[in-house]
């Protein structure tokens, strides 16, 4: 199978990330690049000076709205996909309306509180949907510690599931970017062995 | 009891336990976590209700911020 034909088959699917930070911004870039066809993605956050050492944004978008400058990048790297974006804060109720004809969710927050709050309601919502979470990303070095675990049912967890973020291990590029690739790299194992035409996990979103 | 946590075989002395009482038990520090019992998710307004029995296959999945 060639590049075209991962694409065109990728280009029928569509892919909810929740957060637009360090793990949400690289993960929706890597996913626009390889052709995924809708992305939705929700962040109440903007860009400020501090984001630009590992999220996928540019000096000259601090202060931006971080989804509404996430989705200019995007269409900038592939303008044929369709992006759409939410820039509120996730509640479950917003949750379940604003994700529900995605086939795979990525889970993709920096606080754990806010991690728990859009899993717990994933998974009660749309039990067996894949999701994909991150989990310990924190500091640099130690490679294969980054791993990549299935809880069965469909959930699935990328990182180190040990180290948190504080000041001593800071989020940095590095580790942040290859945990977002692994989440994407999943994100497109997994479509790839979806078929619209047998059988939908998403109220599905269909190519126009 | 024996169950299976994360996929290895542990023992408990009790024989029966909730969620709480097995965070307790075994000293998990971090605070956001997602627990399932033989695959039904049980959120964290369930965790001192929801019982482990014996053979209980428990998954847990710790959250950390960073991101």
């Known amino acids: 199978m060639n590049f075209s034909n991962i694409s065109d088959h990728l280009s029928r699917f569509c892919v909810g990330i929740g957060g637009a930070g360090g793990l949400g911004s690289n993960c929706a870039v890597s996913l626009a690049r390889s052709g995924v066809g809708h992305l939705v993605i929700t ?3 903007i860009v400020s000076e501090t984001n630009l050492n590992r999220q996928y944004f540019f000096g000259n978008q601090v202060g ?3 989804v509404d400058a996430l989705k ?6 592939n303008p ?9 804060r996730l509640v479950p109720s917003l949750i379940k309306e604003v994700y529900d004809s995605c086939d795979i969710l990525v889970e993709a927050f920096d606080e754990a509180s806010e991690k728990q709050m859009f899993i717990e309601t994933a998974l009660e919502a749309w039990p ?6 991150g989990s310990g990303i924190a500091g640099f070095g130690n490679n294969n510690e980054l791993k990549q675990r299935d809880l069965g049912e469909n959930l699935y967890v990328c990182g180190d599931e040990t180290r948190e973020v504080s000041e001593e291990n800071p989020p940095m590029a590095p580790r942040v970017g290859i ?8 994100v497109v194992d997994l479509l790839m062995n979806m078929n619209r035409a047998q ?3 998403g109220t599905g979103y269909e190519k126009k | 009891m024996k169950i299976t946590l994360n996929n290895r075989p542990e023992k408990f002395e009790l024989n029966e336990m909730t969620v709480d009482k097995m965070l307790k038990i075994k000293k998990f520090s971090f605070k956001m976590r997602i ?11 369930q965790y001192s209700s929801s019982v482990i029995r014996e053979g209980d296959n428990v998954q847990m999945l710790y959250l950390m911020s960073g991101g």
């Open chain 1, 43 to 45: 962040d109440f956050d």
């Open chain 1, 64 to 66: 931006m709205v971080k």
């Open chain 1, 72 to 77: 200019y990048n995007l269409n900038g790297i």
């Open chain 1, 80 to 88: 044929s996909i369709k992006v759409t974006v939410y820039n509120k």
């Open chain 1, 128 to 133: 067996g949907r894949p999701l994909i979470v």
């Open chain 1, 179 to 186: 945990v977002a690739n692994m989440q994407a790299n999943l």
């Open chain 1, 199 to 201: 059988g939908k996990i």
């Open chain 2, 35 to 45: 627990v399932k019992i033989n695959g039904v998710l049980i959120k964290k307004e």
